[in-house]
């Protein structure tokens, strides 16, 4: 079956500082990749996807590529704010049974220190 | 703007109670899913619908029942609830599979079973 392993948190970083959260996956087919954010309190918001091998998403300015021979969709950002404090959620989606559900990965919480 | 309503947005049980939870979009989406949220967990699928009046299984159904009677609505029931069944729940909708649109989630609803 479909599954999502991403790196275990906590993380703690200081302002500026360089982001990477790994995350792999195993699934049958061709799944379309995704990273969502949570913030407290609130539910999860689309960050950025790829829908095919090479494709890189992005969005406020994290990034993250699909590399097909990796099995691997890592989540980064080259300077970090506090704004970016959140849970980071790795998913991936592959049509079947007509239900086009997420698998998702168990999250990263991140906090930024000023 | 409402995107995905989800209410109550806290509620509190004695074990045995029922209790319904209501989700409603807004933006015609054909599917809707219901997830629970644990700790060190990830969201889980309880149950979803491909369309009014189809429900399905998820991950983790036991314990749940679901209704789409309307194509706007998405009820979860709990018909006796369980200790184990405290958990943040979350509701998502997306629009017909082929379109690559994400799932859109609402705020979370958290219950507590005593």
């Known amino acids: 079956g479909n599954s999502v392993t991403q790196m275990e948190g906590p993380v703690t970083l200081s302002e500026e500082a360089f982001l990477t959260i790994n995350c792999t996956y195993t699934a049958t087919g061709y799944p379309s990749l995704f990273w969502y954010v949570q913030y407290p309190g609130e539910g999860l918001q689309l960050l950025l996807k790829?829908?095919?091998?090479?494709d890189k998403g992005s969005n406020k300015g994290f990034e993250a590529t699909y590399r097909k021979e990796t099995t691997s969709f890592h989540l980064e950002k080259g300077s970090v704010q506090v704004s970016d404090s959140a849970v980071y959620f790795c998913?991936?989606?592959?049509?079947?049974?007509?239900?086009?559900?997420?698998?998702f990965g168990k999250g990263t919480k991140l906090s930024v220190i000023p | 703007n409402a995107g995905v309503t989800q209410t109550p947005k806290f509620r509190v049980l004695k074990t045995g109670q029922s209790m319904t939870l209501l989700c409603a979009q807004d933006?015609?989406?054909?599917?809707m899913y219901w997830y629970r949220q644990d700790p060190g967990m990830g969201l889980r699928l309880i149950h979803y619908?491909?369309?009014?009046?189809?429900?399905a299984k998820g991950e983790v159904p036991d314990g749940y029942n679901v209704s789409r009677l309307k194509k706007q609505n998405f009820l979860l029931g709990l018909e006796s609830a369980a200790p184990s069944q405290t958990s943040v729940y979350f509701c998502?909708?997306?629009?017909?599979?082929?379109?690559?649109?994400?799932?859109?989630f609402g705020d979370g609803t958290r219950l507590s079973i005593l």
């Open positions: 998502a909708s997306s629009p017909l599979p082929g379109s690559n649109q994400p799932q859109h």
């Open positions: 790829a829908t095919k091998a090479d």
């Open positions: 619908s491909v369309g009014e009046g189809t429900t």
């Open positions: 998913a991936l989606r592959t049509p079947g049974a007509g239900s086009y559900q997420l698998t």
């Open positions: 933006m015609n989406h054909e599917y």
